[in-house]
């Protein structure tokens, strides 16, 4: 049902899909101050992959993910979340309180909420891939 | 000491590592951990003897009051030194019945997670850690009943275990929760050092029903006995260490160790006399109609269940006394006849004992063992159980309320158990050798072990009470179970009186009932249509009617109808918002039209396309305009400047496209399957729905009950959780256990599509849906 697509969106798809996942890790890690955050950047990355999806097909997209399952990516998405929580034990603080350090080079906020963050993307990326690239096998093997 | 019983845990979990390690002695390494339990119990028992409960403090979650400290007095002390020597004994003992299972470790694992449990559970201090542990012992001894899971008798008889005790264990919760609201303590040691009286309080007696359901289901007290035979499914090393020594006698400790705070009231020694005494009997009357021989130990263990509960009732000093001697007697014995049944079935090949005979010369230690335990059981001096028996005869002579009841039923118990006991020692061992599906020898060293030792402790106990700190022992549990200080001291002769007379008599008639035990039985079976009629078939009907309910009412609601679906949550939104704002809150309309013409476009662009959605006749028309709705709903929340909100939306919207294109042309055609009728109901759902949520907004925009929430996390956001983007805060730092819940939700949701779509396409879903539909209760 759903054809690889015509010359024009598989061109497009091409050069979209890298420039939606960069955009994508961008709003991840702005997501703290600026518009943005793990549902969201999860939901464009999971776009960008549907497009590709719809140009070139499942398996062009298998291909793509190499031996990634996107029902991997919700299981590491979760644990991620999980481990986000276990800094504050250690700490003696209560369940799921914040942690920061600063990595002095670059100057970069490293921290639990986005460890936490960045296990919601790969959650929400991996369901929405999962869901998507099942209904479309399904169509696959239904003329 | 916390940390080594947490450590059992971990033990049970590496239990398929020692046995790929060890082999066949992995029981004997694993046996080392309540070994070592055992020895740090007996090196603080001096220091509990002389100075009292100790306590071990541990918090948990101190914001709530939760603590895993544990208290070791003396009770606690008993249980716990039972449960651990006992249950070293039946791991040495299963490593032999078990020797060669396949599935060796995962009983292993089961059995040491239990033991963990229940030292959990006795050593308990705080309400809810002593709640976690019993409902641990629940889940664990299910495992255990249900270990021979392809067997289906099994499997029925471990669920019909864990509906029984989980009920009560809801009970129990309840009750706790209770004691705790109306203490205001939720330490047991800090609920008996209080000052007020727990027996005055208005909860007292909801409170009391609630404990006692929880305590009776698990000890499988009358009418719930009937549990405790049918879990003899179970492998017999389990049946010997869960049905006699401990997990059923969780039930009797929590009885125990309330009774100075909640007993010794009219309702307390009422409750606990007659259902005590009742159970008793009931367990000594049905065990002579059996003649599988776990059958005749389950049901003799349910007696003695009934006694123990009989005696916390009667709650006099000497009642107390009685109670831990019997407990103490009887674990030794039960535990030692159980395993000695689970050697003759190990080795003949049948539980039958009218099967067996003559067995005497081929098992001779076995024999001794057995005869041993059964003078025991039956209270032959100078056993232990001798001991146990008078005095508890003698409480009940001097019981306050209903001893005429209990002094009838404890002799009539008395006679019948001496002829169970002449049933296990005598039928198998002697008389004319029968031919059995094995060919019996003795059984191996490690089998012959634990119940060695412990008919050995009951014989030594019995002659030398002081033997090992045997009365310290007892004087300190019987002083936690009566609250006040008591002094035990036990010996076999306590003069010519009526406790004694009544012995000797029951002995003579249970000798008497043991001659004539096959044609006793053969009357007996005439009575069979009528105990069917029993608690069972009551539980039984119970479980069949809520299959049957539950089926009802998933044909009802789950008919595989979408729209069906929405109707029912509309119709139910609808009777939960409207109850709530137009009964206890009034409707408020005050409206304020100012409003700027973008706004007005649009709404109006949302209105448009609701109108389109609901009158379109193509699909593809309907779902472009429910997408317009969507993008303006985006659109606003850009206005009001939210644009993560509008972010999402936008996002959301897109997906929703995206999967309606990809099933869009697998759905059936496009046609209107409701009449007239539904249609008009259908509107006038969808009509009140909205005029409701149009009410709620307004009413809830007007009234400000509390200050917002928002002020605080926009004030705090940057200082605290060092981010600008409050709803990003919001997701990952003040709320991050909720986005964790969202996380889960969100991938069982996908892991249900996923499996949905693939199982469809398998084909297979509908032979194993058949399967798992029936399975609840054709069993």
Known sequence: MVKSGTIILNTAARFLMPLQLMFSVFLLLRGHDEPGGGFIAGLVAAGAFTLYLFAFGVSATKEVLRMVDPRDLIGVGLLLGMISVVPAWFMGQPFLTAQWWTIPVIDFKASTPLIFDVGVYLAVLGSVMGMVMALMEVDKDEP | ?779
């Open chain 2, 1 to 779: 000491m916390q940390l080594a019983v947490l450590m059992g845990f971990v033990l049970a979990a590496s239990s398929p590592l020692l046995n790929r390690w060890f082999g066949h002695r992995a029981s004997f390494v694993l046996a080392l951990f309540p070994a070592l339990i055992a020895a740090w119990l007996v090196s603080q028992a001096p220091s509990v003897f002389s100075d009292g409960p100790l306590l071990l403090e541990w918090q948990w979650v101190p914001s709530l009051g939760i603590s895993l400290t544990f208290m070791l007095d003396g009770l606690s002390l008993l249980f716990g030194l039972l449960i651990t020597v006992i249950g070293a004994c039946v791991l040495i003992y299963a490593g032999g019945y078990l020797k060669g299972h396949v599935d060796i470790a995962r009983f292993h694992l089961a059995l040491v997670a239990f033991m963990v449990s229940m030292l959990g559970l006795v050593l308990a201090d705080g309400l809810i850690t002593l709640f976690v542990f019993w409902e641990l012992t629940s889940i664990t001894s299910y495992l255990l009943i249900g270990f021979n899971h392809s067997n289906i008798e099994a499997r029925k008889s471990a669920r019909q275990g864990l509906f029984v005790t989980v009920a009560g264990g809801l009970a129990l919760m309840a009750g706790l929760v209770l004691l705790g609201v109306a203490s205001g303590n939720w330490s047991l040691y800090e609920i008996g050092q209080m000052e007020s009286d727990l027996r005055e309080h208005a909860l007292y007696t909801p409170m009391l029903i609630c404990l006692l359901l929880g305590a009776f289901t698990k000890s499988a007290q009358f009418p719930f006995h009937f549990w405790l035979p049918n879990a003899m499914a179970a492998p017999t090393p389990v049946s010997a260490y869960l049905h006699s020594a401990t997990m059923v006698k969780a039930g009797i400790y929590l009885l125990a160790r309330l009774q100075p705070e909640l007993g010794d009231t009219a309702l307390w020694v009422g409750i606990l006399s007659v259902v005590g005494a009742t159970t008793m009997l009931t367990g000594a009357f049905l065990a002579i109609h059996h003649t599988n021989i776990k059958k005749l130990l389950a049901y003799s263990t349910i007696m003695a269940l009934g006694t123990l509960t009989m005696l916390v009732g009667i709650g006099t000093d000497y009642a107390m006394t009685a109670f831990v001697t019997f407990l103490l007697a009887h674990s030794m014995y039960k535990g030692a006849l159980f395993m000695v049944a689970g050697i003759l079935d190990h080795e003949t090949g049948t539980k039958d004992v009218t099967a067996m005979g003559g067995l005497r010369g081929l098992m001779p230690v076995t024999a001794t063992i057995a005869f041993v335990a059964a003078l025991s059981l039956a209270g032959v001096p100078p056993l232990f159980g001798f001991i146990g028996k008078e005095l508890m005869l003698e409480a009940v002579l001097a019981a306050e309320g209903f001893r005429a009841l209990m002094l009838l039923f404890a002799f009539v118990s008395a006679i019948l158990t001496i002829a169970v006991a002449a049933i296990i020692a005598l039928r198998p061992f002697y008389g004319r050798r029968h031919e059995t599906p094995k060919t019996p020898h003795e059984a191996p060293f490690s089998m012959l072990l634990g119940p060695g030792l412990l008919a050995v402790g009951s014989l030594s106990l019995g002659l030398l009470p002081a033997l090992l700190g045997g009365n310290a022992l007892l004087t300190s549990a019987a002083t936690a179970v009566s609250g006040q200080p008591l002094e035990v001291s036990l010996s076999l002769w306590h003069g010519i009186n009526v406790a004694l007379i009544m012995s000797l008599v029951s002995l003579g008639l249970g000798f008497l009932l043991f001659k004539h035990w096959d044609r006793v039985r053969s009357h007996l079976a005439t009575l069979a249509p009528v105990m069917r009629y029993g608690p069972e078939a009551g539980y039984e009907g119970l479980m069949n009617y809520i299959v049957r309910f539950s089926e009802w009412q998933t044909r009802l609601l789950q008919n595989g109808y979408m729209r069906n679906y929405i109707l029912v949550m509309l119709l139910v939104l609808i009777a939960l918002i409207g109850n709530s704002i137009l009964l206890r809150h009034s409707p408020q309309l005050a409206l304020t039209l100012d409003v700027q013409f973008h706004e007005v476009v649009v709404v109006g662009t949302m209105v448009m396309g609701a109108i389109f959605a609901t009158i379109s006749r193509s699909r593809l028309g309907a779902v472009v305009s429910v997408g317009i709705m969507g993008f303006s709903i985006a659109l606003i929340f850009i206005l009001f400047s939210a644009p993560d909100l509008g972010i999402t939306q936008l996002l959301v919207e897109t997906l929703t496209v995206i999967l309606l294109v990809l099933v869009l042309f697998r759905l059936p055609r496009f046609s209107n399957l409701s009449t007239n009728l539904e249609r008009i109901r259908d509107g006038a759902v969808a009509t009140t729905m909205g005029v409701l949520i149009f009410l709620l907004i307004m009413t809830a925009w007007s009234i400000d009950q509390f200050e917002p929430i928002s002020v605080y996390m926009i004030e705090n956001s940057a200082p605290l959780a060092y981010g600008r983007n409050i709803v990003n805060v919001i997701l990952v730092d003040y709320r991050a256990l909720d986005t964790l819940g969202e996380m889960f939700v969100l991938a069982l949701a996908a892991i249900g599509v996923i499996a949905m779509l693939k199982l469809r396409h398998d084909g297979t879903v509908n032979e194993g849906d058949k399967n798992n539909t029936k399975e609840p209760y054709d069993g």
